[in-house]
C-alpha cells in the first residue's frame, strides 16, 4: 500500500477483523490495565513487583469462574520501560488463556513496538472487535513523552467510521485516557487534552453505551450524558481518589469484570486481590508516573 504508514496499516487489516460470532447472549470480559511491566521482571513501581501482581491477578481472574471470559481488555501503560521483553511478558502471561486478548497504548507505551508484538496470534492492537450484539473500538490516545492524551484528528476521523460501520450493534469505546475528569485535581491536569471533543463526537451515534479507560489507578463510575464512563484499578498500585496531589492507596491490585448484554445494558464489577497484603502506604510521587 504505498504510502501507508505502519499504524494506518495496522489499523486497515486489524480494525475489520471479526473476533467471534455470537447470538444475542451476554459478552463477559476481562478489563486489565497499567499494568506497568518491565523487560527484567524483577522491576517495580511504587514498591510493587509489577510482573508478580499481574500473575497474582490473572491468577484469581481465572478462579473467579469457571467460564473464561469472551475476550481480555487491556487499556494500556503495558510496559513501564517500554522494552520489547515487557510486551513479550504479557504476551506469555495472556497466551495460555486462548481467548482474543484486545490492546491499546498509554502514556508509558511505544506504540509501533506494541503494535508490532501485539498484533497477532491472538492479541489485536486497537482497531474494533466485534461480539455479537456489540462492538468494541480500541482507541489511541498517546502523546509522545506526554504523560496526557490525545486523540489525533485521524483517530477521530477512524472512531467516526467504526462507529457507522457498528451501527447495528451496540458499541464499548476503549481507550487510556478517560475523556471527563475524575476528581483528583493533579490526575485531571495530565488527563485527555481533547476529551469534551471526543464526547462530542461519541454523542453523535446513539449506540455508544460505555467508555472504559485506565491512567488513573483508580476504579470510578459515573454518567457522562446518556454514556457510562468507567476507569479501572491497575493491576500493580492505586491511587487516593478525590486528591488534589498524588496520594498513594492502601489498595490492592485490581481488574474488573464487564458483562455486555443484548439489549445495550452492561452488567459490571471491580475486583481486588484478596491475598495481597499492602503493609505501608507507597511514597507519594509523581516521579513513576510523570516519566
Known amino acids: ?22 447470538n444475542s447472549r451476554v459478552v463477559r470480559l476481562l478489563h486489565l490495565t497499567d499494568l506497568h511491566l518491565f523487560g527484567d521482571e524483577s522491576g517495580e513501581v511504587y514498591d510493587v513487583n509489577t510482573s508478580l501482581s499481574l500473575r497474582c491477578v490473572l491468577q484469581q481472574a481465572r478462579s473467579d469462574n469457571a467460564v473464561l471470559p469472551d475476550a481480555i ?9 517500554c522494552s520489547s521483553e515487557a510486551y513479550t511478558h504479557l504476551r ?10 484486545l490492546c491499546l497504548p498509554g502514556n ?15 492479541f489485536q492492537y486497537c482497531g474494533r472487535a466485534e461480539f455479537g450484539d456489540w462492538a468494541v473500538v480500541l482507541l489511541d490516545s498517546h502523546l509522545p513523552r506526554e504523560p496526557s492524551g490525545r486523540v489525533a484528528a485521524p483517530e477521530l476521523e ?17 481507550l487510556h485516557h478517560p475523556p471527563v475528569p475524575t476528581g483528583s485535581a493533579w490526575l485531571d491536569a495530565v488527563g485527555l487534552q481533547n476529551g469534551a471533543e471526543v464526547l462530542h463526537l461519541l454523542g ?15 476504579a470510578f463510575d459515573t454518567q457522562a450524558g446518556r454514556l457510562r464512563i468507567l ?3 491497575s493491576t500493580c498500585a492505586q491511587f487516593t481518589p478525590d486528591t488534589e496531589d498524588c496520594k498513594m492507596d492502601l489498595r490492592p491490585p485490581g481488574y474488573r469484570w464487564i458483562e455486555l448484554r443484548a439489549d445495550g445494558s452492561i452488567r459490571t464489577e471491580v ?4 491475598n495481597w497484603v499492602v503493609s505501608r502506604r507507597p511514597t507519594d510521587s509523581y516521579a513513576s508516573f510523570m516519566r
Open 1 to 22: 500500500m504505498p504510502g501507508a504508514t505502519l499504524g494506518s496499516l495496522v489499523r486497515t487489516c486489524v480494525c475489520r477483523f471479526r473476533w467471534l460470532t455470537m
Open 73 to 81: 481488555l487491556v487499556t494500556g501503560d503495558i510496559a513501564d520501560d
Open 92 to 101: 506469555n502471561q495472556l497466551q495460555g488463556w486462548g481467548v482474543p486478548v
Open 108 to 122: 508509558h507505551d511505544e506504540p509501533a513496538l506494541m503494535a508490532r508484538l501485539l498484533g497477532s496470534d491472538g
Open 158 to 174: 477512524r472512531l467516526a467510521a467504526e462507529l457507522r460501520q457498528a451501527a447495528e450493534r451496540h458499541v464499548l469505546v476503549c
Open 204 to 218: 453523535r451515534f446513539s449506540n455508544v453505551r460505555v467508555v472504559l479507560a485506565g491512567h488513573v489507578h483508580q
Open 231 to 233: 476507569t479501572t484499578p
Open 271 to 274: 475486583s481486588w486481590l484478596r
